[in-house]
């Protein structure tokens, strides 16, 4: 798996876990520890997004 589908399966699996936290959150009777678990699930996501972008080789300027 190439870093750019790897990336994209990792920002679709946090859209998928935002979309899951608004439907909890729209039902009272949701667990609290459960929309807990998935944020947390979420933050997880989003820094290893963020390191993998930063691990990214950046593209060289030609002058």
Do not use: G
């Not at 998928?16 to 678990?37: N, Q, T, Y």
């Not at 699930?41 to 691990?55: A, G, V």
């Amino acid at each position: 798996m190439s870093m750019e589908s790897h990336l994209a399966a990792l920002e679709k699996r946090r859209e998928a876990l935002k979309k899951e936290i608004a439907e909890c959150e729209a039902h009272p009777s949701v667990d609290a520890l459960k929309i807990a678990s998935l944020k947390r699930q979420k933050l997880q996501l989003k820094d290893e997004i963020r390191k993998l972008r930063d691990t990214e080789p950046q593209p060289q300027s030609v002058h």
